[in-house]
């Protein structure tokens, strides 16, 4: 199935649209959980093994409805992921923030982790991606294109998104069309071209939802 790339600004959105999208992204975070077998979410959630995985659309939305109804599997902790711990990503961060290396030059593409260009997603942990936003003291909008790829800097790339449509709004804050998953142990890459020479880092914050085995101790 091909996927649809596109930004969605929360002022464009409802509060209930940006719950119903939140509530999707950690669906497919627990059907993909399901499917590496981190925490044992067929047995915790009723009739989702009876469903084959070939058959993501049916066992996603089974997973939303379960969870809308306030239900949460018991072997699986969702939090957000911490750049800067060794127990989240293989190799940290230097800081706890989603900050690019000074947009030195116009065109090339800078990674969100500051200078680890290939970050990988240590064992157990599954990350999904649902949006995204800018924080910029220097230019209303320093970048004009995010993409994350799977296998690392010059990996394939899964998901691409134009960064200059959202210039001219109010609030540089989007949702993600469709989320993306990041699997435990897989390196990966978000990265952003620069669209302005900058002399100072940037933030952009890529929204997500971190999985996890229950009782998991992160130091």
Not at 19 to 48: F, V
Not at 135 to 148: C, K, L
Not at 181 to 188: G, H, L, R
Request: hydrophobic letters at 45%.
């Amino acid at each position: 199935m091909g996927s649809r790339n596109y930004l969605l600004n929360v002022n464009d959105l409802s509060v209930t649209d940006r719950g119903d999208l939140k509530l999707s992204a950690l669906a497919a975070g627990l059907e993909r959980c399901a499917i590496k077998g981190i925490g044992d979410c067929n047995s915790d959630i009723p009739g989702l093994q009876a469903i084959p995985d070939a058959n993501k659309i049916q066992r996603v939305q089974l997973i939303k409805g379960w969870i809308k109804q306030g239900n949460w599997p018991q072997s699986i902790t969702q939090r957000e992921l911490t750049p800067n711990l060794n127990g989240d990503l293989v190799a940290a961060t230097a800081l706890d923030s989603w900050l690019t290396a000074a947009l030195a030059a116009v065109g090339t593409f800078y990674t969100c982790f500051q200078a680890i260009v290939s970050p990988q997603l240590a064992q157990d942990k599954l990350m999904v991606l649902y949006g995204a936003s800018v924080d910029s003291v220097a230019v209303p909008m320093p970048v004009s294109r995010m993409v994350i790829r799977r296998g690392g800097a010059a990996g394939n790339i899964i998901a691409q998104y134009d960064m200059e449509e959202q210039m001219i709004r109010q609030d540089v804050d989007f949702f993600f069309s469709e989320p993306q998953v990041i699997d435990p142990q897989q390196a990966f890459a978000i990265q952003v071209r620069a669209r302005v020479a900058t002399a100072a880092a940037e933030i952009v914050h890529v929204h997500n939802f971190l999985f996890e085995q229950s009782g998991l101790i992160v130091t």
